[in-house]
């Protein structure tokens, strides 16, 4: 059995558990709100007495359907997909998205509450919990079975260097990731890498394939002539071998966004795109309305209060306004609570602020720690400077500086600065490590969604409750 072979037949098997847990599932959530005796009473009580379980029964087609299309969608099909924490974290996606799906479509047939939204909460808690166990099983199975040699797809590498040693240094780090590199197809004799043997020269490459039972070929495209990867694909028409290519613009890809389209038949490969555009980016712009004038409306009486005992304990205004740079190198005016003394920054100039630093006056302190220094940066929000969630916005003093020494700096700069970010959330905040505040701030621009920026805000909170700054 070959690679590919076992990649279907494991996918299959994780449909065919999906389906299977998903009914289990309904099955069991209307035993627990139903028949259990588990169900407090305030709950228990059901208009019409209890619903015969055929009815749920007919409810396993619907949300099998909306599972399995929601699953597909964020792409937990595929080969590669493994058990990892990411991966419960998109499952948790797939499940909530599913539960609203159900419940939409069951109003749209119905028109009422004909299924118990009890059991479709639990139902897709257990679908949640068994579909990842199950992924975990499947995984596990995989790596056992590669170690056995199945399903192990064999691997030469066509010409040697930097990203050749790359990928077999990842090999070797991952011994049943389901490839065995048999050895080289080097065109120059004396290949550094005594581990991996050579394998003859790419004029021979179909006989190599053949000798070798090789099915698959990676080149690296910046040793290898183009000339010499039209005669390897000529040359493997007739047999059955996946080929691929380490491209030569390996370096400017890096963040998985480069997609690769046809302009008149022209094939175009796109290194950067205009991140949160189009409909998703118009739904994050309401989302940064609603949110930003609701936090206004019911914290305005404690920013008030936050105000007042501003100005009554220390000289100088309650808000203070600093000039920050936000997305596309537009400047802005950022507000905030002043937590320092009044002439800090006339003093010190542009300068991070510090745990215990000595400008900062007893209020400030306070504010800062609880970050209800931040709140007047709704206003922010409401007038578009900045988002609710995005890279935190920098003082204009330092761009040019950090730009010049650190790598990609201005890539934050592609979005709208935010309230919070990925990098404050995972503990990036202040005077930390820059470069990687960057790399996290990067990694939230090239994966965004809403779901990443409700994460964010749930974590913010959290870390707001426990009092960490």
Known sequence: MNKKTLDHLL?????????????????VAYWVRFESGWTPEALALHKGGTPPLDDYFRLIPLMAIIWLMTLKALKLYRPESSATLSAFWTLCKASGIALIATLAALFF???????SRWVMLLASGFSLIWLF????????????????????SRVAL???DARAEQFIDVLKARPNSGYELVGIVAETVGVDEPAVPSLGESQYILEIVQKHRLDTLFISSPTVPNETILQILHACEGVPVQINVFPELSEFIKGGTETITFFQGIPVLQLQEM?????????????????SLLALIVLSPLMLTIAVIIRLTSPGKAIFRQERVGRAGKPFNIYKFRSMRADAEAKVGHVWAETDDPRQTSLGKFLRRWSLDELPQ???????????????????????????????????????????????????RGNTSLEERISYDRYYIENWSLALDIKIILKTLWAIKKGSR
């Open 11 to 27: 996918i299959a098997l994780t449909v065919l558990f999906d389906l299977c847990f998903v009914a289990t599932a309904i099955v």
């Open 158 to 160: 066509i010409g040697y």
């Open 133 to 152: 166990l199950g992924r975990l099983v499947l995984h596990r199975f995989r790596q056992a079975i590669h170690a056995q040699g199945v399903g192990v």
């Open 378 to 428: 709704f206003f922010n929000v409401f007038k578009g400077d900045m988002s609710l969630v995005g890279p935190r916005p920098e003082m204009s003093g330092l761009i040019d500086t950090f730009s010049e020494s650190i790598p990609h700096y201005l890539a934050r700069q592609r979005v709208k600065s935010g309230m919070t970010g990925w990098a404050q959330v995972n503990g990036l």
């Open 275 to 291: 991140p949160m555009q189009g409909v998703r980016g118009i739904v994050k712009r309401l989302m940064d309305i609603v949110f």
């Open 109 to 115: 047939i119905y028109h009422h509450d004909a299924y």
